[in-house]
């Protein structure tokens, strides 16, 4: 190479500049691999109608623990907190943009 030529660097460590290269190349692509490749299709609707169902059929489990006055308030944080996981990890499916 050039900086061989120049007397910059010798084949040795020519060698070991190249394969580090190399080595953050193959990191690289696999990082590119993790932000273009999406979750499947499937298993997004599975996760969803889970989810929904839960929160739906969740006051229905907690009506006699709770009682009626507080089953709204107490659903209403339950949802919050699952909806807005599922929203978090929609958000972290694309770490790099």
């Known amino acids: 190479s050039q900086l061989q030529d120049?007397?910059?660097?010798?084949?040795?460590?020519?060698?070991m500049i190249s394969s580090s290269v190399m080595a953050l190349e193959q990191i690289?692509?696999?990082?590119?691999?993790?932000?273009?490749?999406?979750s499947p299709g499937p298993f997004l609707v599975h996760y969803r109608t889970i989810l929904i169902t839960f929160c739906f059929t969740f006051p229905f489990a907690i009506i006699?623990?709770?009682?009626?006055?507080?089953?709204v308030p107490v659903q209403t944080l339950i949802s919050f907190a699952f909806l807005g996981s599922e929203y978090?990890?929609?958000?972290?499916?694309?770490?790099?943009?």
């Open 64 to 71: 006699s623990q709770v009682g009626y006055r507080l089953m």
């Open 28 to 38: 690289f692509i696999e990082c590119m691999v993790v932000r273009v490749q999406d």
């Open 6 to 15: 120049l007397d910059i660097i010798d084949g040795d460590n020519g060698s």
């Open 88 to 97: 978090c990890s929609k958000q972290m499916e694309h770490p790099f943009g």
